[in-house]
């Protein structure tokens, strides 16, 4: 006779790392005031197990120009909320999110001048 094989059982279930609608209303803010300058036209939203990444396109079909990632586990050291280029370099790092922001306001007003 055949043998019983037992899928495995999770001991808890695979939590996501998302933002938060306060977190939302501020990121979509500094997103379309940049829509709004003619700048950006799409944004891709990404939950994974150890960060949420909002990634700022100039056009859908190409890299992001700007991700701004939500890393809870980094939360103690540098800050969980991060302003990251295409290039990779963090331009910003901080415990608030809206001061991490606020260097994308910056790069909005110098491009719009």
């Known amino acids: 006779m055949g043998s019983v094989t037992r899928f495995p059982i999770r001991s808890k279930p695979s939590t996501l790392v998302s933002f938060e609608r ?11 005031a940049g829509v709004a300058r003619g700048l950006w036209r799409d944004y891709a939203i990404d939950h994974l197990r150890d960060a949420a990444i909002f990634s700022i396109f100039r056009r859908s079909c190409e890299t992001p120009l700007f991700r701004v990632e939500k890393r809870p ?3 103690r050291r540098q800050g969980a909320y991060a302003v990251i280029a295409a290039t990779g370099l963090t331009m910003k790092r901080g415990p608030d999110l809206t001061r ?10 110098a491009l719009v001048d």
């Open 22 to 32: 306060k977190e939302l209303t501020a990121i979509l803010g500094t997103y379309g």
């Open 100 to 109: 991490v922001l606020k260097v994308l306001d910056k790069r909005l007003m």
């Open 73 to 75: 586990q980094l939360a």
